[in-house]
Antibody, heavy 118, light 107 residues
Framework: QVQLQQSGAELVKPGTSVKLSCKAS????????MNWIKQTTGQGLEWIGIINPGSGGTSYNVKFKGKATLTVDKSSSTAFMQLSSLTPEDSAVYYCARDYGGRRFDYWGQGVMVTVSS | DIQMTQSPASLSASLGETVSIECLAS??????LAWYQQKSGKSPQLLIY???RLQDGVPSRFSGSGSGTRYSLKISGMQPEDEADYFCQQSYKYPLTFGSGTKLEIK
């Protein structure tokens, strides 16, 4: 069965970076694009960007360009998102979500809470 | 960006009641709309895609409809397990955007 296993919660200091992971199993990793989504109580759900695991090609929400960098490691079927220059506004739950084709998400990771605090 | 205006923000329904949630897009999205259910502390789950197509495994009491800029999700016969947050998402063009959510509770 399809599973997306995300890394654990992070407590990080302002100004630093963090790299989140999302390990896929149960399907051919390169067959589906992977999205990353931010969820906060105040802003709701925000789409960050998408990566094609086969080519490494990416597309970002302009709001997150320069903030998020998406990469993959095909050998381990893992997608990564690095968040840089962290501020308290980056505190959120971040999800990876498989693209089902047609820009919708059929499987989601369990989410990872990132807390930015000094 | 396409703005998705979702209503109501919260809703209370009795068991067996039929409920509807609406999403209004800021421009036409050609039925490229998905609905998700998110239970407390869990990840969202896809219910409906292409405005009206039921995702595999989703109970038939869930249905979607709409066209152009107006879309709705209907739950025909509220069940205890339907207590959750519901979100719409336009899949018409990037950046993909979501509605602000509807909290559905049992009365």
């Amino acid at each position: 069965q399809v599973q997306l296993q995300q890394s654990g919660a992070e407590l990080v200091k302002p100004g630093t970076s963090v790299k989140l992971s999302c390990k896929a199993s149960g399907y051919t990793f390169t067959s589906n694009h992977m999205n990353w989504i931010k969820q906060t109580t105040g802003q709701g759900l925000e789409w960050i960007g998408i990566i094609n695991p086969g080519s490494g090609g990416t597309s970002y929400n302009v709001k997150f360009k320069g903030k998020a960098t998406l990469t993959v490691d095909k050998s381990s079927s893992t997608a990564f998102m690095q968040l840089s220059s962290l501020t308290p506004e980056d505190s959120a739950v971040y999800y990876c979500a498989r693209d089902y084709g047609g820009r919708r998400f059929d499987y989601w990771g369990q989410g990872v809470m990132v807390t930015v605090s000094s | 960006d396409i703005q998705m205006t979702q209503s109501p923000a919260s809703l209370s329904a009795s068991l067996g009641e039929t409920v509807s949630i609406e999403c209004l897009a800021s421009e036409g999205i050609s039925n490229d709309l998905a609905w998700y259910q998110q239970k407390s502390g869990k990840s969202p789950q896809l219910l409906i895609y292409a405005a009206s197509r039921l995702q595999d495994g989703v109970p038939s009491r869930f249905s979607g409809s709409g066209s152009g800029t107006r879309y709705s999700l209907k739950i025909s016969g509220m069940q205890p397990e339907d207590e959750a947050d519901y979100f719409c998402q336009q899949s018409y063009k990037y950046p993909l955007t979501f509605g602000s959510g509807t909290k559905l509770e049992i009365k």
